[in-house]
């Protein structure tokens, strides 16, 4: 049981060019999310998914889109990375009916944009 | 809509000392209270959390934390803290029941530094 995996885990991306991190749980949870970490400012909610093939926006979701087409992933996308998305980027997942609430989080990506 | 505020950004403290990190939050409705803690390069790990029911709740490694609705506080504590507790602690909310409660807002996070 890996729970809450994270690729890659490092990156860096000059201006204008995109990518996806790709983040995988083995938990069946319905729920996933993505943060992103910069200092002094906590975890920041990206976009997050309710169940498979749905997604919503968070608090900081611009220059940034998702997709959930299988339950057990959550990709994240940057089009076009500025400098201003360096930022460590967390994935999560949770079971609202099995663990009350908790969520269980990746190591992590840290992403770099020159 | 809810906010999370976090006191103190850094707290040094001495190796077999008592710890108390501060978390403060706001909201409209009923809320259910996190705290987690994240060891250098890791993900976020479920320290406790409060959901209902009695207001000190305990976690794992030693810590508890009591929850104050009157004063809308939910700070942490440690009676006796070890090197191995240094770590950036963070104290999040979500939002009572249905799909709020899933939605996490983080406060600023609190770096534990423990001296020898």
């Known amino acids: 049981n890996a729970g809450v995996t994270q690729t890659p885990k490092f990156r860096v991306l000059k201006t204008g060019q995109s990518m996806t991190l790709l983040c995988a749980q083995d938990?069946?949870?319905?729920?996933m999310y993505w943060y992103r970490q910069d200092p002094g400012m906590g975890l920041r909610l990206i976009h997050y998914?309710?169940?498979?093939?749905?997604?919503a926006k968070g608090e900081v979701p611009d220059g940034y889109n998702v997709s959930r087409l299988k339950k057990q992933n959550f990709l994240l996308g940057l089009e076009s990375a500025a400098p201003s998305q360096t930022s460590v980027y967390f994935c999560a997942s949770s079971a609202p009916r099995l663990a009350a609430y908790e969520q269980y989080f990746g190591p992590g990506t840290r992403l770099t944009v020159t | 809509a809810q906010s999370v505020t976090q006191l103190d950004s850094q707290v040094p403290v001495f190796e077999e000392a008592p710890v108390e990190l501060r978390c403060n939050y706001s909201?409209?409705?009923?809320?259910?209270l996190f705290w987690y803690v994240q060891y250098p390069n890791q993900g976020l790990q479920l320290l406790l959390k409060y959901l209902s029911g009695s207001t000190l709740v305990k976690g794992i490694n030693g810590f508890e934390a009591e929850f104050n609705k009157s004063q809308t506080s939910f700070h942490l504590r440690k009676p006796s803290v070890h090197i191995s507790d240094t770590a950036e602690y963070f104290c999040a909310v979500s939002g009572g029941g249905g799909q709020g409660a899933q939605k996490l807002v983080f406060g600023q996070g609190t770096r534990l530094t423990i001296n020898p």
């Open positions: 909201s409209s409705v009923s809320v259910y």
């Open positions: 938990m069946n949870h319905e729920y």
């Open positions: 998914s309710v169940g498979e093939g749905t997604t």
